[in-house]
């Protein structure tokens, strides 16, 4: 369903990892047809991470939603499952290969969070992700000259030791670890 006035798309889908690169090009289709282009890799980045957990440990079944409004400058992101367990971020290991999605999430997003969720008398719960639009829609899609530098950091409240790095209107992603360098387009 897609709700042009509200700015309010959503998919139902069951969260098999072919469905799951169909849902990042669907959210990338719809950021471009909003003209919101500087926030697609940010965007399909989260909803593969929030989709890719439903996958992993989503339980009795892998049906989700996945659901994106545009309201006052803000794009939020949201997948709501069956599973009333909310997520937990854990700390990864340098070797090892799970473990870093929510904390890429909290890296790359505005805010997030995730929160109980009733459906038609079904428990389960809502995880989101809030990107700034207003200043994405500034600046240029695809940025011709870039510099690098690290990113400032600041606390992102929920998530201990991870930042949300912000320079020149852009949300830049920081690592749990620290800051990486970041590509900002010159202006």
Known sequence: MISHRSRHCA??????????????????AQLRYWQLDPLIDQAALGVTELLSNVHRHAQPDKLCTVEMRLLRGRLTVSVHD?????????????????GRGLAMVAAVSESWGARPHEHAGTAGKVVWFTLQAATAALLPPHPTA????????????PVPGVGVGV?????VAAAAAGALPVAV???
């Open 146 to 157: 870039v510099r690098i530098r690290p990113a400032p950091v600041r606390s992102a409240g």
């Open 82 to 98: 069956h599973d009333p367990r909310l997520p937990v971020v854990r700390t990864a290991g340098p070797l090892e290969t799970c």
């Open 11 to 28: 998919v139902e889908l069951d969260a098999r990892p072919a469905r799951i690169g169909q849902i990042r090009r669907i959210v990338s």
């Open 185 to 187: 387009p010159v202006l």
């Open 167 to 171: 320079g020149l209107g852009v949300e």
